[in-house]
């Protein structure tokens, strides 16, 4: 089945940067459109960044300039560079891929914090 493992989420300071990383098994990864979301509290979840197999990337204004999503698909892992990080960053962070159904990693909580 398919699986995700997130990590390198935590506490940072305002301006500073993160490094998430997301391993999926039971997929063809080097093939598959990845994306990552985040979901504040009382938000709705929100697309970040989006990478295809053939590593063309897409992000919404909001975190563009800032985030930098990638891929080692020797390593079926996906990532998400996080720069200059703000407050509104706050966020449980979700990689997810759709192949006919959707599928979500656990979730690794992010906090922009001073």
């Known amino acids: 089945q398919v699986q995700f493992v997130e990590s390198g989420g935590g506490l940072v300071q305002p301006g500073g940067s993160l490094r998430l990383s997301c391993a999926a098994s039971g997929i063809i990864f080097s093939a598959a459109t990845m994306n990552w979301y985040r979901q504040a509290p009382g938000k709705q979840r929100e697309l970040v960044a989006t990478i295809t197999g053939g590593g063309n990337t897409n992000y919404p204004d909001s975190v563009k300039g800032r985030f930098t999503i990638s891929r080692d698909n020797a390593k079926k892992t996906v990532y998400l560079q996080m720069n200059s990080l703000k407050s509104e960053d706050t966020a449980v962070y979700y990689c997810?891929?759709?192949?006919?159904?959707?599928?979500w990693g656990q979730g690794t909580q992010v906090t922009v914090s001073s």
């Open positions: 997810n891929v759709k192949i006919g159904a959707a599928y």
